[in-house]
């Protein structure tokens, strides 16, 4: 049984000037007398911690980190050659966004890439009204011990930081909830990626190595293994990361850039290693059943790491990639809801072999192809009720209407098991949502090690074991393709086409746009309104 570590928000009002951004204001969502809210060590704890964790899901669009659409996972999946919205007649266009996606032509007056800066960046704003209410108390109450709910805090706000300086590259820095104008000033991407290592660095000693995604007290919450997944992700995108000028073709070297970790002086690939082997130690695994990371009640996972709860009955959160890709009928069958969209590319096709002998496992895992059935085993029909819904993989293209697969083109999403208790046409589950896992850290490191000059053939080779594929040399072409099969419909495609320099290529149905050979796409724009509202802040190269 869940224990509910979640807490409706009792909001403190941000009360910012009006020549402030608007994107860093914040609606509370209920009030409460501020002595009442903050009077003992555990009211803060409740009020002033663990209710930030509300915004790591969501319920309404580019809200929360996964679960929703028009948000991040949105704008790390659609804008690669791993998945695309088709235009299904008069389904699917939507003013040309998903084409849009697709084709890097998002253009900075996207309401979507607006509206998923605002999230991040209120988010960041209630962890800094956090962190001074935390402050305040600890001046109140001197001899109260704070420093694990100030490290919870500084680690959130900065897992928050890494997805907007992922996303958008050179951003305002602030550290306070209440910041005057002036001190809205746009940094340099490496000096938000030091501080994030930094912030990170700093609070892991201060939390618990309890599993966060597994329910009891830590549960959904930023643990030490969740924070060494974090800083081996940003050591293993470095290069990405400590370039203040990704539009010139220039990247420093992983191999000269220093990490001081645990007393020790390390370079990039090193440090990738360092915080894998100590993920491993805290003894996360591979389960021997790769699916059992996606069942319905999926706490139990020995490999999971960070996870969104779910649960159909006490959380808000929403779970929509399963209703939006499944055809009418085949979600009808389900007793669910389904919106006919999203799909996999071609190249996802090739990659996993799909249609040869040496398919790879994990298609039939993470995809729905050919004929598909109901949970009894029966035949879905279309509406005729004769004919057999069966999905058309390589018919996929970004527009196919008119065509006689208008409806059943592509491959569609098949990864989380099937919660027919499911509510609200699907989208309310019991399948907790799989943020980062064991799987990517053996893939991190192999891939750190082969970077590095090493052999990583042991780390690939374990996750393909794992489902009964045969082995393979550890080389970056194969690493690329392992992750895609790995972590289909897992959210991490644009950061790891960006970071082997693959994303502005061409690929099925996407022709690069002009001068995006300079790389100017790797990075959002950051949003007109936002620009608008600071005219201190400047807009990005190529945009």
């Not at 060590?41 to 915004?55: H, I, K, M, P």
């Not at 002009?514 to 950051?526: D, H, K, L, R």
């Amino acid at each position: 049984m869940k224990i509910i570590y979640r807490f409706v928000f009792m909001a403190f009002c941000l009360v910012l000037g009006a020549s402030c951004s608007a994107y860093l204001e914040e609606e509370p969502k209920d009030r409460m007398d501020e002595g009442t809210a903050y009077a003992t060590l555990s009211d803060l704890q409740r009020n002033g911690v663990l209710s930030l964790y509300n915004y790591v899901g969501g319920y309404a669009d580019s809200q929360g980190l996964q679960g929703t659409g028009r948000g991040v996972y949105d704008l790390n999946t659609f804008t690669t050659d791993e998945a695309m919205m088709p235009t299904r007649g008069g389904d699917w266009y939507d003013g040309g966004f998903w084409q849009g996606l697709y084709l890097h032509r998002w253009g900075v007056n996207n309401e979507a890439i607006y509206a998923t800066w605002e999230y991040l960046y209120r988010t960041v704003i209630l962890c800094n009204s956090s962190l001074e209410r935390i402050q305040a108390f600890s001046v109140a109450h001197p001899t109260e011990e704070v420093a694990p709910l100030q490290a919870e805090v500084r680690a959130l706000r900065a897992m928050f930081y890494y997805y907007i300086m992922d996303l958008f590259g050179e951003v305002p820095l602030i550290e306070n909830s209440n910041p005057k104008p002036e001190e809205i000033v746009q940094e340099k991407r490496s000096k938000i990626f030091s501080f994030i290592v930094k912030e990170l660095t700093e609070s892991a000693p201060f939390l618990s190595e309890e599993r966060s995604n597994q329910p009891g007290l830590y549960y959904g919450r930023m643990t030490r293994p969740v924070v060494w997944f974090l800083l081996a992700k940003l050591a293993l995108n470095a290069e990405v990361y400590a370039d203040d000028d990704w539009t010139d073709g220039i990247r420093p070297d992983g191999k000269s850039l220093v990490f001081e970790v645990d007393g020790r002086s390390l370079n990039s690939w090193q440090a990738v290693c360092h915080y894998c082997d100590k993920i491993t130690a805290a003894g996360y695994k591979l389960e021997e059943d790769y699916t059992a990371n996606f069942a319905v009640f999926n706490e139990s996972s020995k490999e999971n790491i960070f996870v969104i709860p779910m649960s159909k009955t006490l959380y808000t959160n929403q779970f929509i990639y399963l209703f939006r890709s499944r055809h009418y009928n085949h979600a009808k069958a389900y007793g669910l809801g389904g919106e006919n969209g999203a799909s996999a590319t071609q190249e996802v096709l090739e990659t996993f072999g799909y249609g040869t002998p040496q398919v790879d496992a994990r298609f039939d895992v993470c995809y729905f192809a050919g004929p598909v059935k109901d949970l009894a085993g029966r035949p879905i029909m279309l509406d005729d009720e004769v004919t057999p819904l069966v999905y058309e993989p390589w018919k996929v293209a970004l527009d196919v209407s008119g065509q006689p697969w208008e409806k059943t083109a592509g491959a569609r999403m098949k990864k989380y098991e099937v919660d027919p208790t499911a509510l609200k046409d699907g989208k309310l589950l019991d399948n907790d949502i799989v943020l980062f896992r064991y799987a990517d850290v053996l893939l991190m490191q192999s891939e750190a090690k082969v970077r590095n000059g090493e052999n990583g053939d042991a780390e690939l080779n374990q996750v393909r074991r794992r489902v009964g594929m045969e082995e393979r040399t550890a080389t970056l072409d194969n690493l690329l393709k392992e992750r895609m099969m790995e972590l289909a419909w897992e959210g991490w495609r644009r950061q790891d086409m960006i970071r082997f320099s693959v994303f502005t290529r061409a690929y099925s149905c996407r022709t690069p746009l002009a001068g995006e050979e300079n790389g100017y796409t790797t990075v959002f724009p950051i949003p007109e309104k936002v620009v608008d509202m600071n005219p201190q802040l400047r807009q990005h190269k190529g945009y």
